[in-house]
């Protein structure tokens, strides 16, 4: 049995009806050659002799009384691979936006808390005999980090790899009693009065720091709840709506190379020219920029391999008001720094030091309270994350990993999630909406390679590549 975080446990007590806390990948492969083919009994087979390296997959959520501390894990009793494990099919033509189609159904569904909280779906039917895995796990169990670690265990390096060790029987949990989850909970609790007084010095001496950062003028950064209203704003559904586009990361590290910034200016640039793309589009382009959500890693080499959540949050602008891309790329950069700067002054473990101190229900009732006031205020526009892939081919169950395509969750009144992932040669790009506040998601997709278009075009004429 394990204790939950209180980052892990705030994930769990967000979640609504509508706001759904679970994050998604969906990977397309190429079956050619699979002896027997990719099947949704080779993946269940594969799952089920690697649990060993998927230590979250085993593990169901078990509430403390009362909500009193922040919940258990324990080894499912009950575990059923098939439940988790299931077959879908798409429909003809089998292209991006029927595979689209059918995450964003998927999506739309909160994962049973009374099982561990991971679905893989073994999708068939798609065009030029590809297969895709739809996977979806409750952000309480990982980050985007150890996203990539657990997809380590399910993946390989070459199509047929060398048999594994016969693995040690894992062995399931008694759940414990109600008195026994209040009895553990005394220590936790008890140490509460001593996390706060620690969480307190710590905030106040870093808003010192930051403030005065902000008077001087040192920085510029993104500020929470200073977003502008647009279409991307609103209430959400439980409904959600995917897209889905890739651009060339050897493109991409070409516009970095020219213009030295960084992959994630880059990638930041593109949604910041797509997203102004579709807002005049609609002819609702903000004079101010839009403010960006950006989850960042603090996880240290110490927490490596170790599941969960090590994140902080970031705010940054996309200054969509301005016209040159490559003055946009510049502004991002700059602004971009200056959020670096006041997160690592506030610290990373700032969210993880209240999270440590408020019991579940503080997040629970925090959100209903939130729901309301940000219909007025949303704290930001759309969430972005880009998270490292590997720069090697992969394989699951002997099949080539074409694509890679993660999904974050939305939150409410900020309708948009933004998640990046590279994979080989690709910068593959995951859309996720509600689907009545944002139903041309796809819209955006399709602008991120115009938006990026003009950025390559800008790095060649300026370092006078041949025909440019």
């Known amino acids: 049995m394990l204790r939950l975080s209180g980052v892990d446990a705030a994930f769990l007590a967000l979640e609504t009806p509508e706001n759904h806390m679970h994050v998604l990948a969906t990977c397309v492969f190429d079956p050619t050659g699979v002896d027997g083919g990719f099947t949704v009994e080779r993946v269940r087979a594969l799952v089920a002799g690697r649990l060993d390296l998927l230590p979250p997959f085993r593990r169901r959520i078990v509430n403390v009384p009362f909500q009193l501390d922040h919940p258990i894990w324990v080894e499912d009793p009950d575990f059923d691979v098939e439940h988790h494990v299931r077959r879908a099919t798409v429909p003809s033509p089998g292209g991006r936006a029927e595979l689209a189609d059918l995450t964003a159904e998927i999506a739309g569904r909160q994962l049973d808390r009374t099982r561990p909280l991971w679905e893989i779906w073994v999708v068939d039917g798609l065009e030029h005999g590809h297969v895709a895995l739809i996977a979806k796990v409750h952000h309480a169990c990982i980050d985007g980090v150890s996203g990539v670690e657990l997809m380590a265990g399910l993946f390989d390096l070459e199509p047929d790899p060398a048999p594994r060790d016969e693995p040690d029987d894992w062995e399931p949990d008694r759940v414990p009693t109600e008195v026994e989850l209040l ?235 933004i998640t990046v992932m590279s994979y080989l040669g690709s910068v593959d790009f995951g859309f996720l909406a509600c689907r009545e506040t944002v139903p041309e998601v796809d819209v955006i997709a399709d602008f991120v390679p115009e938006a990026f278009a003009e950025l390559l075009k800008a790095a060649d004429e300026l370092v006078g590549e041949p025909g440019s």
């Not at 001087?216 to 609103?234: H, I, W, Y």
């Not at 007025?376 to 969430?383: A, D, E, L, S």
């Open 183 to 417: 009895l553990g909970s005394i220590p936790s609790i008890a140490n509460r009065p001593a996390l706060a007084a620690r969480a307190v010095g710590n905030m106040a001496k870093s808003a010192l720091r930051v403030g005065q950062k902000l008077r001087d003028g040192e920085v510029s950064s993104g500020v929470p709840f200073a977003a502008p209203r647009t279409s991307l704003n609103g209430p959400i559904t439980p409904h959600r709506k995917v897209a889905f586009v890739s651009i060339p990361l050897d493109d991409v590290k070409r516009v970095k190379n020219a213009f030295g910034v960084t992959v994630n200016d880059v990638i930041l640039a593109v949604c910041t020219g797509a997203l102004r793309r579709f807002l005049e589009r609609g002819d609702e382009l903000p004079e101010r920029p839009l403010v960006a959500a950006i989850p960042t890693s603090v996880r240290s080499e110490d927490h490596r391999g170790l599941m969960g959540n090590q994140l902080s949050a970031m705010f940054t602008e996309l200054p969509t008001q301005i016209v040159d891309p490559v003055e946009r790329l510049r502004a991002v950069r700059s602004v971009t720094n200056g959020a670096k700067q006041i997160h690592d002054e506030i610290g990373g473990r700032t969210i993880h030091d209240w999270a440590e101190i408020a019991a579940p229900q503080v997040f629970s009732q925090g959100i209903r309270f939130y729901k309301q006031f940000s219909a007025q205020f949303p704290m930001h526009n759309v969430m972005v994350s880009n998270v490292p892939g590997p720069a090697f081919a992969v394989y699951c169950a002997g099949a080539r990993a074409v694509s890679l395509h993660p999904m974050g969750p939305i939150f409410h009144s900020a309708a948009l999630n």
